[in-house]
Structure formats: structure tokens, C-alpha cells
């Protein structure tokens, strides 16, 4: 989870109320936060650093000590800025000669751009610092690793607008890099620079790199890599700043464009936004101009809020309970409607207004309760028929792992050679390693084969759990199963071997089957077969293609099969 550094007088200042480290403990819940260490005391205030982690991703305006400070100095009844005033849509749309050129050829490199400009007063150190963490935070968990959201600040007095977002040819173009006094191509930078060994990954397969310029020509920086050590050096006392964000998905760089707005504007300064036109539609229209209100509202019912939380509220409890959160809220009779702050993005469904109603009144508020219901625990049919078919495994040389359900698109499609049309992504993923949800378990295998070189043959591996993947004809487009794959990893591991294993599993499982051919792309053509139960494919098996097995970089044979639990019941 998110850790976060808190200069210790911002913190409370910008709290606006100073609070010992136990009454804190108590109120960092409302944040979903819990302080993971005390400052040295010993030190001056100025210096000392509050040390706070983040028990939940789903809120990256809580990522900064501003966020964690309003949402506390917001729930304990104290008033913030009106960040409605701030909004591009809402009246602040007064960009005068702030205006920033996309290129056309950046669309298939890095496509979308938002930018806004801070002023009012000088930039001193305890904030400086936050804001490169805000930045680090935002642009590692949220943007995963700069990939999707990176961002950069320049100094505007030394900026002539208008400024270009344009492509340029890496091998031929050059500027001088932060921390470098000496000028360096584009291409060069992957290579030799700190950062651009850190992040040269996302442009190094790109034939042209996204490079920042103002009117004379003054490179800004490349994103996602690297500012320029001219204009991109910001220093303590710089009073007016540029904040651009670049990445792939416009909502996502609206959203991180409000919450350093909303962080700034909490601090004092004031946002006037910077007009960004793209020659092309970013799904928000071609122009944006940032802080920008997007959020949709949500809405719920007072008995679904008292149902799900075993409460007895009455609407006024949790409007004030919602409007401690930050949120807006309409009453309709029985019928509450919740417009989010525009740091936060959120709220996908009903439960998440009724999980903020419970926040808002404090967690530690609800009594224990006794349960009410007399009930008898007993197995799931699932359940019992995954542990019998568990002992068999066992009873056949295999021995049982747990894989994480959650993966990258590297293991569950491309490695796989798989098309990935049915595999599930995740909309708003806090890093590309946690993106996709399995839809089988042979990637979760080969991924514990692929480390598993140095342990001695053979290694027969199983697992028996869920897998995910797209279905048009059921109510969420989504289903869920519970599946058996096993692997055995051996040189002398072939198609027969497995089919007899395969057979006295399903003997055992008082289950009559036939084989028909598959095309399956994971396995060998002519070594592969699926298994019909019932007129129904419920699985495959047969040797791991060639190529999967070098994706993986395993050099031992394997062969696998992967059966829907679900099916044979």
C-alpha cells in the first residue's frame, strides 16, 4: 500500500489544527490511513516528518499530505476551499495566451495532454518536497510507473507561449537533461541517464519520442522521462509554476490534474487554467482545460444505507455522514444522490456511497452485535467436490499451489498466445502488474514453472481455483468459475502420460468422457485434446507449445490440462 512523508508543520497547518499522535491515530480512519511512524521529537517542527500508509489504492487524492489533511480537517467539520470555483467548466476558463499545440503525430506515441498553471505565492521547501512526492506517487501507483499519467512543472516566467506537445525524431534531437550539464539526443537518454534506464521501456519501440517546447524553441522535457535542466529545474522561491500531465487516458490525467489543483488551491494559490488543444478527439472533446469537473453522480436509497450497515439512520445522520467525506448530496425523499469531490473518482456503485456513510460516522461508532439468525455452516457442493477432486491430485504426485488472481497482460494473453478478447481488464488498474484477471489457471502454472528451474525433476504442480472472463449473455458480461490445472515439468513429459492422469481423475470423479481435437494455441498442434462431458467441452489437455514454454523461459517439456470443476458437478 501507498506510504506517504508529511512534512510535520504543513501537515497540521494545512489540517488547521494541531493534534497529539494519539488523538491523530484515531482520526487518520477517515482516510482510510493508519500512521506508520511518529517523527523524531528531537528535531524542530520544521523538520520533522510524519509517516502515514494507505490502507486503500482506490483513492489516489489521499496519496500527498494535503489530501490526507483535508479529508481529516473536512470530516472533523472544518471548511475548505470551493473547488467548484476552480473548475474550467464552471466559469474558470480564462486562459489569455496559455495555450499548448498537441502535434497530430503524438497521438500513437503518448496521445493526450493537460496542463494548468499555479501563482499567488513563492514555492517554499516542505512544499516543494510534497509535490515532487505527489508527483512520484501519482506517476508510480496511479500512472503505473509513468506509463499511463507522468507529470512535470516548469517555471512560467521563463516559458513563451504558445507551447508545443509535438514528435520529434529521437536521433536527432538534443537537450540538456536535469541533472546533466552536458546535451544529450533523446535516444541517448534511455541509455545513459539515470531516469531513462529507470523509465525508457515506455518509448524505447517508439520510432518518435513526445517532446515539450515553448514559442522559441526552448525544450520543456520529454515525457515521460525527463525534464529539461533549464526550464524543468524548479527550485524553492519560484512563484509561478506550469503543471502539465501526459498519458493515455484522458480521464485518468483530468482526474490527477484535480487533485494537485485541489492540493494547491487548499495551500493557497490559485489555479488559472491552460487551454490544450489536441487535432484530435480525446472522448472530452478536442480542447480540455483542466481542473475539469467529470464525475457522474451516483445514487442509493436511506434503506439501502441502514439494510447493508445494520443501522437506523435517518437521512440527515447520513447526508452530514457523506458531506464529511467531501461529497455533495441531493435529497429526493428516500432517494440520496452523491456528487464527488472532484479529487475523487470513486464511486462505481451504490455499496461505495454506503461504505462513505460509514466512514463518515466513524467505523469505531457501530456497536458489536450479537448475530440475530440461527444458522448451520455447511459446505458449498463446490467445495466439497474441489476437495475430493484436491485428495485425487495429491494421491497422484501433485502438489497444490495458490496463485494471485490478479496479473499483468504479459502473463495472461501475451505469453500465452492467446487473443485475449475474453480476458477481463480492469478500468482504472493502480499498476500494469495487477491489471487483467485470469482466465485460466495454466498462465498461474507456467508462471510457477518458470521459477522453479533449479528444484529437481519432475515438478507436477496444481491449483484449484476461480478464473474470470467475459460472457455476453450473462447480466454483468462477466462469469466466474472454479477450475482444476495441473502441470507436470519433466523430459521425458508427453501427451499419453497426461491423458491416463487425466483419465483416472475423471474415473474417480464418476465422470464418463470422450476427446475431440482442439486448435487450443497454448499447446502443441496434433498433442492436444479437449475433454467432452456430456456433449460439452469442460477442458483441455495436452503438450505446452514451444513458444509459451520459451515467453516463460522454461526449458523442460511440460505438459498440462485444465478442467471447469463447475461443469462436472
Not at 83 to 109: F, L, Q
Not at 210 to 228: F, Q, R, T, Y
Request: net charge negative; aromatic share 8%.
Amino acid at each position: 500500500m501507498p506510504k506517504i512523508e508529511c512534512n510535520e508543520k504543513l501537515f497540521f497547518n494545512a489540517i488547521g489544527k494541531k493534534y497529539t499522535y494519539d488523538a491523530l491515530e484515531d482520526l487518520l480512519p477517515c482516510a482510510k490511513a493508519e500512521l506508520d511512524e511518529k517523527p523524531d521529537m528531537s528535531m524542530s517542527e520544521d523538520e520533522r516528518v510524519v509517516k502515514i500508509e494507505l490502507n486503500d489504492t482506490n483513492r489516489p487524492d489521499l496519496w500527498s499530505t494535503n489530501g490526507v489533511a483535508r479529508q481529516i480537517k473536512i470530516h472533523e467539520g472544518g471548511k475548505t476551499v470551493d473547488y467548484a470555483k476552480i473548475m474550467a467548466n464552471n466559469g474558470n476558463n480564462n486562459y489569455e495566451n496559455r495555450i499548448v499545440e498537441v502535434d497530430p503525430e503524438v497521438k500513437d506515441v503518448r496521445p493526450y495532454m493537460v496542463a494548468f498553471m499555479i501563482c499567488g505565492k513563492p514555492i517554499d521547501d516542505p512544499m516543494l518536497k510534497d509535490i515532487i512526492q505527489t508527483q512520484e506517487k501519482l506517476a508510480w501507483n496511479f500512472g503505473r510507473k509513468r506509463k499511463s499519467i507522468s507529470m512535470g512543472l516548469y517555471r512560467v516566467d521563463q516559458i513563451e507561449f504558445p507551447v508545443k506537445y509535438h514528435a520529434v525524431d529521437p536521433d536527432k534531437t538534443s537537450f540538456v537533461p536535469l541533472a546533466c550539464d552536458a546535451p544529450m539526443t533523446c535516444r541517448q537518454i534511455l541509455t545513459d541517464h539515470p531516469k531513462g534506464k529507470d523509465f525508457g521501456w515506455i518509448l524505447a519501440d517508439c520510432k518518435k519520442f513526445p517532446l515539450l517546447s515553448d514559442a522559441k524553441g526552448e525544450v520543456m522535457s520529454m515525457a515521460p522521462i525527463i525534464n529539461s535542466a533549464t526550464l524543468g529545474a524548479v527550485q524553492v522561491g519560484d512563484k509561478d509554476l506550469m503543471v502539465e500531465l501526459t498519458g493515455d487516458n484522458i480521464e485518468n490525467l483530468i482526474l490527477s490534474a484535480n487533485i494537485v489543483a485541489c492540493d494547491f488551491a487548499d495551500q493557497g494559490y490559485e489555479i488559472k487554467p491552460i487551454l490544450v488543444k489536441h487535432p484530435y478527439d480525446t472522448g472530452l472533446g478536442k480542447d480540455i482545460m483542466v481542473p475539469y469537473y467529470f464525475q457522474k453522480s451516483t445514487k442509493t436509497t436511506l434503506q439501502a444505507v441502514n439494510k447493508l450497515l445494520g443501522s437506523d439512520f435517518d437521512m440527515k445522520t447520513v447526508e452530514d455522514a457523506l458531506v464529511r467525506m467531501g461529497s455533495t448530496v441531493k435529497i429526493n425523499g428516500d432517494q440520496i444522490e452523491l456528487s464527488p469531490a472532484p479529487y475523487r473518482n470513486d464511486f462505481l456503485h451504490e455499496v461505495d456511497i454506503i461504505e462513505d456513510v460509514m466512514i463518515g460516522c466513524n467505523v469505531s461508532a457501530f456497536a458489536p452485535r450479537t448475530p440475530q439468525d440461527f444458522t448451520v455452516g455447511r459446505l458449498l457442493p463446490i467445495t466439497e467436490f474441489s476437495r475430493k477432486a484436491k485428495t485425487l491430485m495429491v494421491g497422484l504426485g501433485y502438489q497444490e499451489m495458490i496463485f494471485n488472481y490478479v496479473g499483468s497482460k504479459k502473463d495472461y494473453i501475451d505469453n500465452m498466445l492467446i487473443d485475449g478478447s475474453k480476458v477481463i481488464e480492469i478500468a482504472n488498474p493502480m499498476s500494469e502488474n495487477y491489471q487483467f484477471i485470469r482466465s485460466d489457471i495454466l498462465s498461474s502454472l507456467c508462471r510457477a514453472e518458470a521459477g522453479s528451474a533449479n528444484a529437481m525433476y519432475p515438478h507436477k504442480i496444481f491449483e484449484i481455483g476461480k478464473v474470470a472472463y467475459l460472457k455476453d449473455d450473462e447480466n454483468t458480461g462477466t462469469i466466474t468459475r472454479q477450475h482444476i490445472g495441473f502441470m507436470t515439468a519433466s523430459a521425458n513429459a508427453n501427451y499419453n502420460s497426461l491423458a491416463s492422469e487425466v483419465s483416472s481423475l475423471l474415473y474417480f470423479l464418476d465422470h464418463e468422457y470422450k476427446v475431440v481435437e482442439t486448435q487450443d494455441p497454448r499447446f502443441i498442434v496434433g498433442r492436444q485434446a479437449g475433454i467432452l462431458v456430456n456433449g460439452e467441452i469442460v477442458g483441455t489437455f495436452g503438450e505446452i507449445h514451444p513458444q509459451v514454454l520459451e515467453n516463460w523461459n522454461i526449458s523442460t517439456p511440460c505438459v498440462a490440462a485444465e478442467i471447469d470443476l463447475e461443469s462436472l458437478l
